[in-house]
Structure formats: structure tokens, C-alpha cells
């Protein structure tokens, strides 16, 4: 029997954060293990009218690709992807993975190549969904390897991923439309605000964010979600970040990452451990050393780092900075193959200063 939390979530997903209509072409994007959500996912789209249709992805495949391909192979622009990132209306992405560290041990450069000749793609991508054109969504599926990542039985993780999207509430739409409504007052005063400073233990970097637009992250784009940001003038931010976790990417992580940044540009990246994936990654291309965006965690339902990135740069008293792509609706214009988050804890002293004033003490805002 399917939990009915499932089809709970599925309807958030569909009519809330995809506001599915009738005609839609709406690609899913998912593995055997999230059927179970898979199904009502689908089952919710039908009953709208839209035209769902599923990529699922092997367990496996991707490392065949990544340690087997040839030159020619990791290069290839796929048509069929084209067309749907030029196609589709609505799109879902449900992680479940059979194991996060499949890619461990793959040729970080193999995998840059690869995300670089995409580069157009996810570009495409960005542009429609900031036009509005292409509506998106991130998900995870409850599975034991991001259980196991996390250090909780698969019942506890299950119970974790659904109070973090909410579920366990009466109406999580209205929930989330709560959410909306108190993190938009973060967003108009930091509008109005034109440099920004986060400090926190090894932290102290500065940047420009005069004219650039923060969002209202509510449930939307991700699910979970909770957070607001922005992208920083891009040759404005100065400083060092020392990031508190592990930065996770494609089943790999860097740990104890430090960055010092120079007229915007990332010119020193170190990593006690997986420092050759974190420079090999920031060499990918003449966008990846620069910061996409710079974000507020605010959901206090995440508490625990968990080494999934869409929660972790979600925890209620966190700050994130991915390097690499902008978001073209917030007005940043960096451009490149990656957009890696990398998470910063502010619960003990971390403080940012708007204009030279403090707004943000030991992992919450001071007003509200």
C-alpha cells in the first residue's frame, strides 16, 4: 500500500509548485526507486489534463558514461535534450539514488567535460525558467542511501524529507504560502540594500548587490525549499570563506573547503580532502571561479546536514554561496557549466551586516 503521504506530496508538487494546466508537456526525471511517487506524481497530472512523460535513469549508468565514453562521446550535445529544454513546460526532477557514491571515483576532469558540453543547454535552461517559460522543481524521494548519507534509518529519513516539505501539515499549501509571505519581507529590505558582508568562524567576504533582485524561494523551484537570494556584482566579492560542511556534488564531496576571492574571482580554493575535484571543477570553465549567487538558509525544520544539497543549503541558520551560473532573474550574469552550493553555518556568531548594519545574528534575521 502507498503511504498517502505521497499522494499528499505529489498534489503539492503538481498544482503548487509546477501550477500544472491543462496541455502541459511535462517531463519527469527519476530512477525505479521513486515509483511509489512517480506514480502519483503522474496520476496528479493526468487528472489536470498535462502530458507527463518520465526519463528514468539506470542505477549505473552515468559511471559507464563518465569512465567508458570517448572523447567524442563526453562532448556530444544530445538532440533529444535540446529539444526538450526548448519543449517542455513543466519539469520534475525526483532524486533516489541506489548509491551516492556511485561517481566517487570517476576523472573529475572526465566530468567537467561532459557538464561543459552541456553548457548551452543549461543555459537554455536558465534563460526560459527566469522568462518564465519552463517551470521546475527539485524533489527527493525517501531511499536508503540517502538515509545512510544522513545516519538515519529509512523510516526517520522518511519522516525528515516529508516534515521538511511540510506534509505532516494540515494544508502545506497554505504553509508554504506562509512561508512566501515572511520571507518576502526579507527580500523587499535586502532590495533596497548595496553590499553585503557575512562573518562567521574563518568567514569574512564582502560583496557588491546594488540593483540585483533577491528571491523568494517558497516552494517552487524546490521541494523543500526555504531560502532567498540573490547573485553579488560578479568582480565585487572580496574576502575568504571558510565553508562549515562538506561540499557535495555529483556523489562526491570536498572537505573543509577554503576560498579566498579577489576582485570576484575565486583565486585560491583549497580542500583537506578532495581538493583535485574542487579545482578541477573551478577550472571548468572562465565563469566557474566567480560567485552565482549568494543565499539565506530559512527553513528551521532542517536542522541536521545530511549531504544532500537540497537540503542542506535549506537549514534554518545557514548561509550558501554557489560558485559558477547565475540566475538570470535575480540580474546576475555569470555564466558557466556548473552552479555548485557550497554551505556556511551562522548558528554560533555568524553575523551580516546590509550596508554596513547588522540584519542577521547567530543563524536568524534581527527583525523577525
Not at 7 to 12: D, E, T
Not at 312 to 335: Q, V
Request: net charge positive; glycine share 8%; hydrophobic share 40%.
Amino acid at each position: 500500500m502507498i503511504d498517502p503521504r505521497y499522494a499528499k506530496l505529489a498534489g503539492v508538487l503538481v498544482n503548487y509548485c509546477l501550477d500544472m494546466q491543462k496541455g502541459d508537456l511535462f517531463q519527469i526525471n527519476c530512477s525505479p526507486l521513486a515509483a511509489p511517487l512517480v506514480t502519483e506524481v503522474y496520476r496528479e497530472a493526468i487528472k489536470v489534463g498535462a502530458h507527463p512523460f518520465l526519463r528514468v535513469s539506470l542505477p549505473g549508468l552515468d559511471e559507464i558514461f563518465l569512465k567508458e565514453a570517448r572523447k567524442h562521446q563526453l562532448s556530444h550535445v544530445s538532440p533529444i535534450a535540446e529539444f526538450t529544454v526548448r519543449n517542455v513546460d513543466k519539469l520534475l526532477s525526483i532524486r533516489a539514488a541506489s548509491n551516492t557514491k556511485g561517481l566517487a571515483n570517476v576523472d573529475p576532469q572526465r566530468q567537467a567535460t561532459a557538464r561543459a558540453s552541456n553548457k548551452d543547454i543549461f543555459e537554455t535552461f536558465m534563460t526560459r525558467s527566469a522568462a518564465g517559460e519552463l517551470l521546475w522543481c527539485g524533489t527527493q524521494f525517501p531511499c536508503n542511501a540517502s538515509a545512510q548519507d544522513a545516519e538515519m534509518s529509512l523510516s526517520e529519513y522518511e519522516d525528515f524529507v516529508l516534515k521538511a516539505c511540510l506534509v505532516h501539515k494540515k494544508d502545506p499549501v497554505a504553509a508554504w504560502k506562509s512561508v512566501h509571505r515572511k520571507q518576502a519581507k526579507f527580500c523587499r529590505m535586502l532590495d533596497q540594500r548595496k553590499t553585503l558582508r557575512i562573518v562567521s568562524k574563518g568567514t569574512d567576504v564582502s560583496m557588491r548587490i546594488e540593483g540585483r533582485k533577491w528571491i523568494n524561494s517558497d516552494g517552487k523551484h524546490n521541494m523543500p525549499s526555504g531560502e532567498i537570494f540573490t547573485s553579488p556584482i560578479e568582480d565585487s566579492v572580496e574576502g575568504k570563506v571558510s565553508f562549515s560542511f562538506p561540499a557535495c556534488m555529483a556523489g562526491r564531496e570536498a572537505h573543509g573547503v577554503v576560498i579566498e576571492f579577489k576582485k570576484g574571482k575565486a583565486v585560491k580554493a583549497h580542500a583537506s580532502k578532495g581538493d583535485h575535484l574542487l579545482n578541477a571543477s573551478l577550472d571548468a570553465d572562465e565563469g566557474a571561479r566567480f560567485v552565482g549567487e549568494v543565499a539565506i538558509g530559512t527553513n528551521y525544520a532542517i536542522q541536521k546536514f545530511t549531504k544532500n544539497t537540497l537540503f542542506d543549503e535549506k537549514i534554518g541558520g545557514t548561509i550558501h554561496m554557489a560558485l559558477g551560473a547565475s540566475y538570470p532573474d535575480t540580474g546576475g550574469k555569470n555564466k558557466s557549466s556548473i552552479h555548485w552550493d557550497m554551505v556556511n553555518d551562522m548558528r554560533e556568531g555568524g553575523t551580516i551586516y546590509a550596508d554596513g548594519k547588522v540584519i542577521y545574528k547567530d543563524g536568524r534575521f534581527t527583525d523577525g
